[in-house]
């Protein structure tokens, strides 16, 4: 069984940063895909960005340039830095990992980007 909870989320201005972490139960961690997803309102969930068990790293073009996502295995930490935040990034960020074929995701947190 695989437990992500994530944590950091709340309300920033627009430029401003933001921090969030998501901490992972098991022995898992350090050989699997980490990732980020976020779902705005009325909007179709996303991948922010990944991270590999190696440390490679992919990012969704909106948000290139802006966040950083990195991990420590030894914590069974991801993290996911947020910085130069628009508004148009509010939504509810999700932690995600596949093990054995299935799917799974941490509760989200919500970041709220004001104007």
């Known amino acids: 069984q695989v437990q992500l909870v994530e944590s950091g989320g709340g309300v920033v201005q627009a430029g401003g940063s933001l921090g969030l972490s998501c901490a992972a139960s098991?022995?898992?961690?350090?050989?699997?895909?980490m990732a980020w997803y976020r779902q705005a309102p009325g909007k179709q969930r996303e991948l922010v960005a990944a991270?590999?068990?190696?440390?490679?790293?992919n990012y969704a073009d909106s948000v290139k340039g802006r966040f950083t996502i990195s991990r420590d295995n030894a914590k069974n930490t991801v993290y996911l830095q947020m910085n130069s935040l628009k508004p148009e990034d509010t939504a509810v960020y999700y932690c995600?990992?596949?093990?054995?074929?299935?799917?799974?995701w941490g509760k989200g947190t919500l970041v709220t980007v004001s104007s």
């Open positions: 991270i590999t068990s190696g440390g490679s790293t």
């Open positions: 098991g022995t898992f961690f350090s050989i699997n895909t």
């Open positions: 995600w990992t596949l093990l054995l074929g299935a799917n799974y």
